[in-house]
């Protein structure tokens, strides 16, 4: 008997997916999962915010440059891209040098999450939100995120990692952000992504040598989606001048701090991913810090003095801090923690309180990515 | 709401979980408009939903929300910003350390 079988990895659409041959109707598969997979639950936050002051957001005075943004992202130009071609060769999982391997999985698993993350976000604000423009922008996001998180779960397959997606039926409690917190930390967020995939591509193609994972050669595209993400929040910050200056200029510090010196702290923990990518983290930090701080010039007006004496005394003393506070979480002392957790927070007011460095910031937001 | 005390109900929900190579995502939605404020908290009833890898599984099923005492709420809503390190890419997980 000769039938057409269908899969669900072929469909087009929810619909036909659910309606594929082997499919088995809905199930929670205990299958799902091959045993000899290792598993790893990927638990994202879930947000609320104040929805309708996102939704009072009029997007009127950047029109222009919104709807060609919108468009472009529309068009979805990467569309194609995310697909394993003859460039994917094949991993040498099993001769990995374990602490390297340790790290990258380490390293794939923290992007899978990010990029998770950033999809659950965008969808909620997608779903409660009311403002025809801030809707269609959440959706073109979410479909991003839940793209790029889907090539990195792939490239997990490959090391027999499984990412288990179990936790809707675990108890999670809902987190809120302020809308203008959302705009600041996805705004440095979706830059710095850029700035740290863009660096790493750049660096890889003058060291193909170092290039031991293919998943580095997609880099750049990806990339380009993080810069299309950045460029909607410039423009939705644009919107409302308030947003950019006076107290919240402040804020603003804060949080290019908090990004740039974590940044800092987690790459200084993948010692082996670095050194395999032949990478110092410490030039790597800084170059990645320029470039998000000359594209944060669009919209922000201040930056962070990176060259400043007490910056890169700060963050190593941030690192140590953090070092010795892992260790005594390790060995359970309580006590053991008040220590490095004050030296952290000090080593932090030092970093925060280095003068930024102010700037005119440019009529017109939008940038092309150029490194 | 209280000031102190939690409330809970339970609503109807849709989960939507997709393990296809295209897109990784999970998302669940009330389906009688139940709104989810800071601080609540939701448990989806039953087994965990697991897609097998290429699929999407789409069910319906049955939440409880626990809502969040006046007070929890305000406390979400000061501090719950301070979590937004978790969108990059470089946020901590607790596995490594140096």
Redesign the interface.
């Known amino acids: 008997m000769n039938v057409q079988r269908t ?3 072929d ?1 087009a659409t ?1 619909e036909e ?2 309606a594929a041959d ?2 088995q109707g ?8 091959a045993l000899a997979m290792q598993n790893t639950l990927l638990t ?5 915010t104040d929805f309708d002051e996102m939704d009072a957001i009029d997007v009127t005075p950047v029109r222009a440059d919104w709807d060609k943004l919108i468009a472009q992202m529309k068009s979805d130009p990467n569309k194609g891209h ?1 697909k394993k071609n003859e460039d994917w060769d094949s991993v040498d999982w099993e001769n990995m040098e374990p602490r390297l391997k ?2 990258f999985i ?1 390293f794939l ?13 965008y ?1 909620e604000m997608k ?2 939100g009311n403002n025809e423009d801030i809707v269609t922008l959440f959706q073109l996001m ?2 991003d995120e ?2 790029h ?6 490239a997990l ?1 490959e090391a027999g990692i499984a ?16 809308p203008k ?2 705009y600041y ?2 705004y ?2 979706e830059k ?2 850029y700035a ?1 995939y863009i660096t790493i591509y750049r660096h890889l193609e003058k060291h193909p040598e170092h290039r031991f994972h293919p998943i580095f050669k997609w880099f750049r595209e990806w990339c380009n989606d993080e810069f299309s993400h950045g460029e909607a929040f410039a423009l939705l910050m644009k919107t409302d001048p308030k947003l950019t200056s006076g107290g919240n200029v402040l804020w603003i510090k804060f ?1 290019l701090t ?2 740039y010196s ?2 800092y702290v ?6 082996a991913f670095h050194e395999a990518l032949g990478v110092d983290p410490d030039w790597y930090g800084q170059e990645v810090f320029r470039k998000t701080s000359a594209i944060s010039e669009q919209i922000f007006p201040i930056t962070l003095d990176i060259d400043h004496p007490r910056w890169m005394k700060g963050l190593k003393r941030l690192q140590k801090a953090n ?1 010795d506070l ?2 005594a979480k ?1 060995r359970g002392s309580l006590l053991g923690r008040i220590g490095p957790s004050a030296r952290a927070a000090m080593a932090f007011v030092s970093l925060f309180t280095i003068p930024a460095k102010k700037h005119a910031v440019p009529d017109t937001t939008r940038m092309e990515p150029a490194y | 709401m209280g000031l102190f005390t939690r409330e809970t109900e339970t609503a109807p929900c849709q989960v939507e979980v997709s393990h296809k190579f295209d897109s990784l995502h999970a998302h669940m939605k009330f389906l009688n408009g139940a709104v989810i404020h800071p601080g609540d908290e939701v448990l989806v009833h039953g087994a965990p939903i697991m897609a097998p890898y290429g699929e999407v599984v789409i069910e319906d099923r049955m939440a409880t929300i626990t809502r969040a005492s006046k007070l929890e709420q305000l406390w979400t809503r000061m501090t719950g910003d301070f979590e937004f390190m978790e969108l990059c890419e470089f946020s901590f997980s607790e596995e490594v350390s140096v």
């Not at chain 1, 809905?26 to 999962?33: I, K, L, M, W």
């Not at chain 1, 994202?44 to 609320?48: A, E, L, V």
């Not at chain 1, 998180?149 to 792939?154: R, S």
């Open positions: 899969h669900s990895a469909a929810v997916a659910l082997n499919h809905v199930v929670d598969s205990e299958g799902a999962t994202p936050r879930f947000y609320t995310f340790a790290e380490d698993v923290s992007s899978c999450t990010a990029e998770f993350s950033g999809c659950v976000l969808k779903r409660r979410a479909r839940a793209r998180a889907g090539f990195i779960n792939d397959r990412v288990n997606l179990g936790f809707l039926t675990q108890k999670k409690k809902y987190t809120y952000f302020r917190f959302i930390a996805t440095l967020s710095i992504g740290r949080f908090a990004v974590t940044m987690r790459d200084h923990q993948r010692p070092a892992a260790a390790q």
